[in-house]
């Protein structure tokens, strides 16, 4: 529908709006999926003075808080002068989302990108780990503020910023070994033909003899993030010691 439309010399100046008479329209970006249940724009001489468009984003990879279906965020859609658009979560208060068994993302912002015609999902929040692996004991749960994580459209993750500094050291038991955790990494493995993502944790190891100096730096826990079944393990892969006389 249109509403005080000119089209002249000047170009087009007025309100745009797409009305919906069954389901919201649907639109596939790579492997994302958008509906749009509001699209209302308004122009001045062919520039964009004002955009109303809302609707949800589903996200491959992710699931809700009950951890079942798939997550879907609100969003909203802004679109400047140029024609450039920006994508932003509607809720304010932070959106759960998680991948059972692994972690639980609480999504306080969130922008969309397009890069080398892959789409991607950039957001920010709180990272809490929620795996539970029983040769591994921590005196508090793993939670960390994120910067940006990317999410492809094809359900693949990626940490930006390299290593992330936690902000007060938290103790990781592994067997008889108490490890003090300062900072924690995050990467990509590939193992029989499956892709991993990995969490891997640094620091030093407490010790109770002077003049030795312990580090950890290659302890990580593994979790698939392709189609296939559901696979997580950790490998410690090394502990130096420098001895100090």
């Known amino acids: 529908v249109g509403q ?101 993302f609480n999504v306080k912002s969130l922008g969309f990108g397009k890069e080398d015609d892959r789409f991607y999902v950039s957001t920010s929040g709180t990272i809490t780990c929620t795996f539970n692996i029983p040769a591994l004991t921590l005196d508090r749960p793993i939670a960390f503020e994120m910067k940006e994580l990317i999410i492809w459209d094809d359900g693949q993750i990626e940490l930006r910023g390299g290593n992330i500094i936690l902000p007060q050291a938290l103790t990781l038991k592994i067997g008889p070994v108490k490890l003090s955790i300062t900072a924690i990494s995050f990467g990509s493995y590939e193992r029989n033909g499956r892709k991993y993502k990995y969490f891997g944790f640094d620091g030093g190891v407490n010790v109770n003899p002077g003049g030795v100096d312990v580090r950890a730096s290659g302890v990580k826990v593994y979790f698939t993030v392709d189609s296939g079944p559901f696979d997580l393990f950790v490998r410690i892969e090394g502990i130096a010691i420098d001895l100090m006389i």
């Open 4 to 104: 005080n439309l000119i089209i002249g010399t000047g170009g087009i100046s007025g309100k745009i709006a797409l009305v919906t008479t069954g389901d919201p329209f649907h639109q596939k970006l790579g492997k994302f999926e958008v509906s749009l249940n509001t699209v209302a724009v308004e122009l001045h001489q062919n520039s964009f003075v004002s955009s109303d468009i809302k609707g949800k984003l589903k996200i491959n990879g992710f699931k809700d808080a009950g951890g079942v279906n798939d997550a879907v965020i609100d969003i909203g859609v802004h679109i400047g002068n140029d024609g450039d658009f920006n994508v932003i979560a509607v809720s304010t208060a932070g959106i759960p989302l998680k991948i059972p068994g692994v972690l639980d």
